[in-house]
């Protein structure tokens, strides 16, 4: 059984306390948020223990492994340290918001990377997953286009957007991930922001965006995103190819169907939440972890993925500022 | 090119004359109504002759088929007479709504039943079509449950309901020539008859009921019908075996699907006119009709099909109204 | 919190002790079955106490409910014995065989029938339940005609079969509790069994069926069973009313579709197995369970639905054998 | 009734002639084909006359408006010479591969541009159409991405290809006057073209492609193309807003689904060509030529939406050849 702590005890380092303490091969130990009452709340929830100061952590011999859920600008150091204490860590997406600063960890850990997995819930959803697997299995041939509609279902608060790292760097990451997932080849980046919410274009950001990623291979990735969506979480994947196509369709939150006079065959609205929508994703993403710690084997996604990420988030960012397609240097983001 | 005439220039008249009038191996010489003007009218669309007497039909030398769409109650006389002067028979459902006129005309046309054909239109239909190969086919297994959902939108006057014969000659009758078409081998009926509309309670008649038929093979079959449908026409059937099922679904007008705040994906109302719904079987049932002349085969379904479906109805109506479950001969129904 | 015991370790005891166990409100104090190493591995599991005995679970001073997943012969016993003891009881369904053995049953806990919940989990399914509550607002107008057809995706072994008190007491009863749901004024049975699996025929039973229940009311149900299906779980149920229909459709495991050059829009199979299609409901079942004992309220479905839900599988039996269609006494199946 | 002239009578001049035909308010007078006996089977189908000569149609007399489906490089001298005989033209698209062309065209028929309609028939289509006018009603609020997935069945020969003007002007002509249709205040085009089919690449062309378009009102379009699709014709459109989406899916040849083991709820293959898919489109787009010409009004979309088409195709081309964003003179495309 592997001993965990979690760094950071709000609402996503709740989703991973709760899935540690349902694992049966995982135990959670200890909770370390500088709010001591939330990490002695969330620590009692599931019979661990609760502490103020990560050194706590870092120091415990009870502890095999972190999943570090606190806020990105953090990620960085905690990664080093708990590397450096022998740890194994699972770290929520992004690695950090600055390319230097990734790269000063992979630094860091050089020789220990395969510590180290981020935390990019997606790749274990069981659609994308199944998706994943039946275009590897060449179902559909080669892969040509890659298609993503992610829209969330209400933009956060500017004065979150304001210190995001802007829309690429925080939302599209996601689905800039599943394009290095699905194709990994990236070498051309090319993105148009749209600002149709006024009080986020305050911040200088965009709510809306287009990314269009050309690969060697010669598929293409196209992304479409909007922090707004009336029907609720809208993700969707389309993966063609010459023999045919896989989609990844929308849940709905129950299996009804109203036929009226006005219309025939309408569903409720999707889910409205990513922890709802994404629940089963995080107990795989930690299942993966576990078993890969336990098995001494790289998980994967790895930081170098979180850097793939990032170096793509930043040239459609910088595609969007300036009107420029950006080239991007393959090798970045070929991680596999 | 085969000859036809069309007797009876109401609107299932006019949809067999368009029929036959776009057919390339078929030409529309004559359109018999006692109501002058209607027959006039419908010839004039298609370059035709009018008149008001059947008798014309059966003395023209230069008509090798006829449509009869006139009134139920003349269809037996007029395709005794038809057969009797050498022409082929496309005659609309029913035969009659008595069983004994039925046996009549059988008699009357001895020898010559492959000459007479019965406008059971929704066998021809691509969908129904697609699902009776792909049963024979194998592709199911045997058959084991087959069911039958068949809702008009709206009910008709009690006017027409009075003198229909009952929903189940009027109305099931359709989904009743499903199940021969399908099964044919019924030993069995019962059948629950609804009052729920107070006008059609009035005539004495039912405007929903369900029928369950027991066969030789063991399979069974089972019919929902009702006389009203908010959401337009619905004409369902499944067919399950033991590898599978077929459905057949409802179509709408378009294929639009709306998503907003209070439901995903909802298509607009089904269908909502049988001539729409079916306007294809109408088609591919003139093809069968002038094939078979063409070619001196019989075209099924024919009178035998007619009669078949009338001796479930007759149970249909008996089980309805006394409660008891009515056995049927299963050679009257097995026509094929 | 409540103390909850658990009365037999098998396949549907674990399901409910987990579910306590994840329950906020709940907490799992002993687990109680012949063989002592299933108690003691499912109580482990959840930090619970275990026994051999049922007698220790009526004398435990810190047990407050029980939950009954014993084999069915036991029911009524445990149930009477537990009421006696104090304990609120949740009971897995069926009450029991035997009529007599139910109205004996009731008998002895007259006066407490509110401390007894049967597990009739459909009920407490999120898209069942949804349907039912839209169906009360009148969203559809009077209910006409509920369709609910139920598959199993494999039969069970011929040996379960022969003691199951057949098709109707073992399977249909769900879909016939259904049928109490939402109308409850059942005054007539008709019912036909099938004989489509030799080994299942070999033990008397059927292994397939169509039942037709008329209301007083004048709305009609239909249930089409069978026990095997290629695809998997197939629980469907349409509520048809004057302004609309709702339809209850099959969950697949992902959100996936294919589509290749033979066909489009292929989705999964359906979920396999009913504690797969129906975990959520096991935990809304809890829920309302001691939510209901808490407050001291009447659980719904109670005893008196479980009588009900047999009266109707005793009429479908004696149908289905005799080719008669059986009269019910509606004031017995009208529960609320 | 509107008598008409087809001048071509290829594949797409017979889909006119019939629609012509069929039509109540129009006459087939004559139809026009340097091949004479195309011209004379065409012509004969429908009872009009033949000839080789355009010159023929030009005096004709008892001709009021022409069809154009010959060569598009004939395009544009028959547009100019039926206007100065004093016909009405329903040019099919697009109106010449060549903007400086087209310009002479729009020079020539000056202050006659309301005599001239193109045949983009999507427009017409009834799903598209139900969809533009659901936008513009308001249902979904301003529209703020458009997002277009069109794909042929397969595709054409190297040689039509080699001819075609290449896949934008080609293929990509009808997404792009969608987009001038819901949109129409396009700025900035950004294109990818991808060469996956050996043939086609070695004429030059590509065989896929992704193309973004900007607006001005901050809405963002996107185009997803490819010339090979193994399910079919796969035409799908997307209209996103605040308020919700519109979809367009596509239809299959029948209305039946298949559940097997394997899978569930598999439909048919899409239809498998344009003008099966498209078929209803023909007819409406008669119509609506038809009334413009009888009324005397400007029917849309007319020779200015020809020319928005080809400044995009042609600013498409140009982005995917040298990888820049290349802006449009937005007064160009703003046609109404």
Redesign the interface.
């Known amino acids: 059984v592997l001993s965990l702590a979690v760094i950071g005890a709000g609402r996503i380092g709740a989703v991973h306390a709760a899935s540690v303490a349902a694992h049966p091969g995982a135990e959670l130990r200890l909770v370390a948020d500088p709010v001591g009452s939330s990490a002695e709340t969330l620590a009692a929830q599931h019979g661990a223990r609760a502490t103020t100061r990560v050194e706590d952590v870092l120091e415990a011999d009870d502890v095999d492994a972190v999943i570090i859920c606190s806020p990105t600008p953090l990620h960085v150091d905690q990664i080093i340290a708990s590397v450096a204490a022998g740890k194994a860590v699972l770290c929520e997406k992004p690695v950090d918001l600055s390319l230097e600063r990734v790269d000063r960890c992979l630094a860091a850990v050089a020789g220990q990377e395969h510590r180290v997995m981020m935390g990019f819930n997606r790749r274990f959803d ?2 994308v997953a ?2 994943h697997a ?1 275009v590897r299995s060449g ?2 041939g080669a892969l ?2 890659l ?1 993503i ?1 992610s ?1 969330d279902p209400a933009a956060p608060p500017a004065s979150y957007v304001a210190q995001s790292g802007g829309i690429f760097r925080d939302m599209t990451i996601h689905d800039l991930d599943m394009v290095t997932h699905f194709l990994g080849d990236v070498v ?1 980046v ?1 993105a ?1 922001g ?3 919410d006024a009080d986020i274009a305050a911040t200088g950001d965009f709510d ?1 965006a ?1 990314v ?1 990623l ?1 690969t060697a291979s ?3 990735a ?1 992304i ?1 995103n ?1 922090r ?5 979480y809208d993700q969707r994947l ?1 993966a ?1 190819g ?29 889910l409205d939440f990513f922890l709802e929508r994404y629940a089963a994703d995080y107990r795989a993403e930690l299942d993966h972890f576990v078993a890969s710690v336990v098995a001494g084997t790289a998980p994967v996604p790895g930081l170098a993925d979180g850097r793939a990420a990032l170096v793509l988030a930043d040239a459609a960012t910088r595609s969007a500022r300036t ?3 950006v080239r991007v240097d393959a090798a970045a983001v070929a991680t596999h």
């Not at 707004?228 to 609720?232: D, S």
């Not at 010459?242 to 999707?270: K, M, Y």
């Open positions: 069981p659609s199944e998706i039946r179902e559909i040509e286009q298609t509609i829209r051309e090319s148009v749209q600002q149709l809306a287009v269009t050309t010669g598929a293409v196209t479409i909007s707004h969506c009336a029907t609720g389309e063609f010459p023999l045919g196509s896989l989609q990844l369709t929308n849940p709905t939150a129950t299996h009804v169907r109203h036929f009226g006079a006005t219309r025939a065959e309408a569903t409720g609205p999707h009107g420029e397609r």
